[in-house]
Nanobody, 122 residues
Framework: QVQLRESGGGMVQPGESLRISCTTS????????MGWFRQAPGKEREFVAA????????EYTDSVKGRFKISRDRISRTVHLDMNNMKPEDSAVYYC???????????????WGQGTQVTVSS
């Protein structure tokens, strides 16, 4: 059973930056994708970004392009999400997940972390 552990959530002001990370206990398979999703109260889970382990190919939802950057460190088995110029609408619980491919579809992810709260407020 793969375990994913998120870290780094917290509260920031609009315009500030925050990094959240996700470490996997499982073996890294090159074709697998690691994704970040977020869910705000009363809203559905939303795709944010994903990265493929083998070549670092990334995908982003439009609302975070140019502000967020996803990266992976194969040695530490960790995926990072660097969030810059943050906005109040970025506030949510952020979840990392693992899928057998690079995908935006949350239903394709079969392992999830417990989530980390990110709040953007002045």
């Amino acid at each position: 059973q793969v375990q994913l552990r998120e870290s780094g959530g917290g509260m920031v002001q609009p315009g500030e930056s925050l990094r959240i990370s996700c470490t996997t206990s499982g073996r890294i398979i090159g074709s697998y994708g690691m994704g970040w999703f977020r869910q705000a109260p009363g809203k559905e889970r939303e795709f944010v970004a994903a990265v493929r382990w083998t070549d670092g190919t990334t995908e982003y939802t439009d609302s975070v392009k140019g502000r967020f950057k996803i990266s992976r460190d194969r040695i530490s088995r960790t995926v990072h999400l660097d969030m810059n110029n943050m906005k109040p609408e970025d506030s949510a619980v952020y979840y990392c997940g693992q899928a057998s491919s690079l995908t935006r579809n949350w239903q394709a992810y079969d392992s999830w972390g417990q989530g980390t709260q990110v709040t953007v407020s002045s």
